[in-house]
């Protein structure tokens, strides 16, 4: 383990905001690579969120600071930055049990030196843009949230310089890596469908998924069943039509742009979405035989590679430890379950409408393929480092410790979703049964994005966990 880092505060900027919230936007600055400091620094953007005390009626001051110990709000992904903290279901709640709320943005997502398409490039060929790309993976976020800990708590009192972390999804995945390389920086640990598989390798990992996302396919066309021609119809026009259909953010339209939606499938009112836009490609169809832009619109905006392109080319190395390679796991579990046949055959000529016995066509769900980089415009320059990164198994540490976990001594409690279909059950109670202490809330009503959908009663679930006792 390299030496630990305290971040340098390059800005700060505070504000009252409508509500009553005190919102402070903070940035920092930090190693790029934490094994070599001298290559450079990064800039690094959180923001703070406490409720002020009043006054006077009518009036505010910012409470000072430090009154309430922190808990840090880490975002699924990768590659999404931390949400607005107003909107946010965890702020209230947590600013009501006594904390101030942070919510960070990971390296290479948000304000926190983002990763894009010039930026990878002009790191040079490819294998200077894999050893870049490689330095954006959970085990540097961990050293940058602890960097950002040391840096807030210097001056406060012992009692208050450890804090709480919340990690939804991937944000579950930091929070064991957290644990495992950090631990004396942790007062408590929240995680919400984010039990990461540690001990199974990519391709375990995207088998077990697929067999969740046979059963959300067919939970989409028992609800929508004339989906099951209309979703073959568009199929068929895509891979029949002679000429590339261009999206209006300069993407291509391909029959796998299209079953990648079922990336939705996972969360609440999943099949809706997709649905709705399946009913607009089949309008457009049936009225002018071709699609119209503001329905091509629709279809780019649901899953977004192009700005937040991190998701896509660190997705499956967020599965890999020393010495494993992904080697497009996804993609090759996928040749297992003949539903997935547009993965994984280069002739799709012979798709027809549905007829007896014919099999149906199913959506994807959180996978990435090479296909989608030659779809997304913003890919398409990084499908060498891609195809590189998918190659690469010289990781320089494991993600996670699992003898740390083994003895950990931080509270933990965790609410696992037994339909998730992002993070599997059953590697989900593998990892609960190997963290000490854990306490877990398991339930088969809510989906994956149930902190959003359904944040009061995900919220209550976690509370009960840390406040009820168990003799």
Known sequence: MDPVWTARLVG??????PGGFHVTELFFEVPLNYARPGDGTIRLFARSISRPEKTIPGLCKPADEPIKPYLVYLEGGPGFGGPEPRSHPVSNRALDAGYTVLYVDYRGTGMSNPIHTDLVLKQGDVNQQVEYLKLFRANSIVRDLEAIRLCLTESWKPEYQTW?????SFGGFVCLSYLSKYPQGLRE?????????????????????????????EAYYSKYPEDEANVARIASYLTTNKADIHLPGGGTFTVHRLLGLGMAFGGHGGLDTVHNLVVKLISDLDQFNYFTTPTLMALEREVPFDSNPVY???HESIYCSRGVASN???LNAARKFENFFF??????????????????VYFSGEMVFPQFFDTYPTLRPLKPAAEALARYSQWEEDLYDEEQLRRNEVPVYAVSYIDDMYVDIGAARETAALVKGIKVHETNQLHHNA????????L???????DDTLD
Not at 12 to 17: E, G, K, L, N, T
Not at 451 to 458: F, N, Q, W
Request: aromatic share 8%.
């Open 343 to 360: 993965w994984t055959q280069s002739d799709h000529s012979q798709l027809s409408l549905p007829v007896d016995g014919m099999v149906r």
């Open 451 to 458: 902190i959003r959908a359904k944040g009061d009663e995900v």
């Open 164 to 168: 709480s972390i919340f990690g939804q």
């Open 460 to 466: 209550g679930m976690l509370f009960k966990l840390r």
């Open 328 to 330: 497009w796991a996804a």
């Open 312 to 314: 896509a080319i660190l």
């Open 12 to 17: 700060s900027r505070s504000h009252i905001h």
């Open 189 to 217: 640990v929240f995680m919400t469908g984010g039990l990461a598989p540690v001990e199974r390798q990519p391709l375990e990992v995207y088998s077990a998924l697929y067999r969740k996302v046979i059963q959300r396919n």
